[in-house]
């Protein structure tokens, strides 16, 4: 009878020790509890960066040692960032202060704050389609879609539902890595027309840039009874390329337009100053002749009636903007109360895919605070439907600026005031310094 030898381990005692380490740190145990560390680092630093940056020492009368008893359970307990993201900002949410928010790679808004506080047009790139918005109970509501964007051109809308990427739930970044020049399947439901399908191919690129690119594709001329309306969305105030880009539009490409749409609708804030001092300038011709036959020209300003477009996503620095227009009479305002939302703010990396989004800073115009309250229109226009207010909105601008240009060199329908008598009011040199 044959004898079978016994089987012997030929691994090394440590290479079995190894495994066994290894095994035990990829299970669902050791995987759970590296998670809620590093759970409980990220909210205890969140927590505490709140309580020593925010403006407002009194925390806006929360009680800020209890609502981190109240939620601290929750988040280090998430099943995932997500969860533990959208823990996080109901914490931050009890402040009841804007410019304050809890961002993760999966968020456009992680690169793109990223990028403004850094002031970089080029790192930080994200796969994105042009879109922003926000979750309501589980999806994704348009605000608004930048011009020829990846969603502009496959037909996405303001107010649209977006339910899925590829059939999975939207996230502005997180549905499209991977996918870059790649089709995209959306699952859109969209007022009066219920669900439909639309295909979108994302692009990768810095999103600060994406912003300015879109303000650079706005500007356009429209001709309505029989005069040429300028017309420019100013999608963000963030870097000094989105001034320089005003400015060239009005003192170029629109410098001979009878009147100007200056759109300020959604995007976001920036810094404050010299963004109206375009309108306020006296329009000098300046030509350049050189011995090469070489001629250049340009206007240094716009002198011309002017409308601005506002509504509840004109925030931060545009609606400092919007102030100066309107208490120098300088254009009216059509559109919706602009956002209320007024503080400084600063950026805080959390670890590598975190960002935190901190007001350091109360704002005050002329003793009056814009945070909570916001900027009024001249003209009210508004609609439930997100598109159909757009619309509406443009629409009146239009009839207003007209109006404006009916009585050529007036301010104000119903000051009778002009340009140089306002440009010497003390209101308008208290502002513009």
């Not at 680092?41 to 940056?53: A, M, N, P, V």
Request: aromatic share 8%; glycine share 8%.
């Amino acid at each position: 009878m044959t004898t079978i030898p016994q089987h012997r381990n030929i691994l090394p005692q440590r290479v079995v020790w190894f495994v066994v380490v290894v095994s035990l740190l990829l299970s669902p145990c050791a995987l759970l509890g590296q998670r809620t560390t590093d759970f409980v680092r990220r909210f205890d630093r969140i927590w505490e960066l709140t309580r020593d940056q925010f403006y407002d020492r009194q925390m806006h009368g929360a009680d800020w040692e209890a609502l981190r008893v109240k939620y601290r359970d929750r988040a280090v307990s998430a099943k995932d960032h997500r969860e533990f993201q959208s823990v996080v900002n109901a914490l931050l949410g009890e402040l009841k202060a804007s410019h304050t928010g809890y961002y993760t790679d999966e968020d456009m808004e992680f690169y793109m704050m990223r990028s403004v506080f850094s002031g970089d047009l080029q790192n930080h790139r994200a796969p994105h389609i042009g879109v922003m918005g926000s979750v309501q109970e589980r999806r994704f509501r348009v605000q608004a879609v930048l011009n020829d964007s990846p969603a502009h051109r496959a037909g996405v809308k303001s107010g649209d539902l977006i339910l899925e990427a590829d059939g999975k739930p939207f996230k502005t970044v997180g549905s499209f890595r991977g996918k870059t020049r790649s089709s995209v399947s959306l699952v859109v439901e969209r007022p009066g027309a219920g669900r439909v399908i639309l295909s979108v191919t994302p692009e990768e690129t810095n999103l600060q840039r994406a912003f300015l690119e879109a303000t650079r594709r706005s500007v356009r001329t429209i001709l309505y009874q029989g005069k040429k309306i300028g017309y420019i969305q100013l999608w963000c105030m963030s870097h000094e390329q989105f001034r320089l880009a005003l400015e060239e539009a009005l003192t170029q490409k629109l410098a001979d337009t009878d009147g100007l749409i200056l759109d300020l609708r959604d995007g976001y804030g920036g810094n404050p100053f010299r963004y109206v001092d375009v309108l306020f300038r006296p329009v000098i011709h300046w030509r350049e002749e050189r011995r090469s036959g070489v001629t250049q020209s340009q206007r240094t300003g716009y002198d011309r009636p002017i409308v601005l477009l506002i509504n509840s996503g004109t925030r931060s620095a545009k609606e400092y903007f919007a102030y100066q227009i309107k208490k120098t009479r300088r254009g009216a305002l059509v559109g919706e109360k602009t956002a209320g939302a007024f503080l400084g703010a600063v950026g805080i990396p959390i670890y590598n895919d975190g960002y935190l989004v901190l007001p350091v800073a109360n704002l005050v115009l002329d003793d009056i605070r814009l945070e909570g309250a916001g900027v009024s229109p001249d003209v009210l226009v508004t609609d439930q439907d997100a598109d159909a207010a757009n619309e509406r909105q443009m629409k009146k601008a239009l009839e207003t600026l007209y109006s404006r240009l009916q009585r050529r060199g007036e301010m104000d329908p119903d000051s009778g005031e002009t340009v140089s008598t306002v440009l010497d009011q003390p209101s308008y040199r208290q502002i513009v310094r």
